[in-house]
């Protein structure tokens, strides 16, 4: 499965943007999908994830209430709108699926992931 993550780009203290993530194989609309990103010189964190049929989102604490994870398994797409944009989410996300297929939970470990996108950038200027 590939992961095709796009939507980054340069934005301004409280502006929007939104995330996609499409992948490659039919199979992928069965997994799990996680949005995690990485600023520079950090480790790689967990931002949001949904399970397969698109209930239970899951979120950090620190993008909770302004970042919302969807996904239209007809378009086999995750995303990422986020919205009251700070400096510090600054960092290149990275889209990820779980392949265990039906899974009716989501996880916030990276090493739960198997697929990884990417990355897209997402740069947030005060």
């Known amino acids: 499965v590939q992961l095709q993550a796009s939507g980054g780009g340069l934005v301004q203290t409280g502006d929007s943007l939104r995330l996609s993530c499409a992948a490659s194989?039919?199979?992928?609309?069965?997994?799990?999908k996680g949005w995690f990103r990485q600023a520079p010189g950090k480790e790689r964190e967990f931002v949001a994830a949904i399970n397969f049929s698109g209930t239970n989102p899951y979120y950090a604490d620190s993008v909770k209430g302004r970042f919302t994870i969807s996904r239209d398994n007809a378009k086999n797409t995750v995303y990422l709108q986020m919205d009251s944009l700070k400096p510090e989410d600054t960092a290149v996300y990275y889209c990820a699926a779980d392949k265990r297929s039906y899974v009716p939970y989501s996880s916030a470990s990276r090493y739960r992931y198997d697929y990884w996108g990417q990355g897209t950038l997402v740069t947030v200027s005060s």
């Open positions: 194989e039919r199979t992928a609309r069965n997994y799990a």
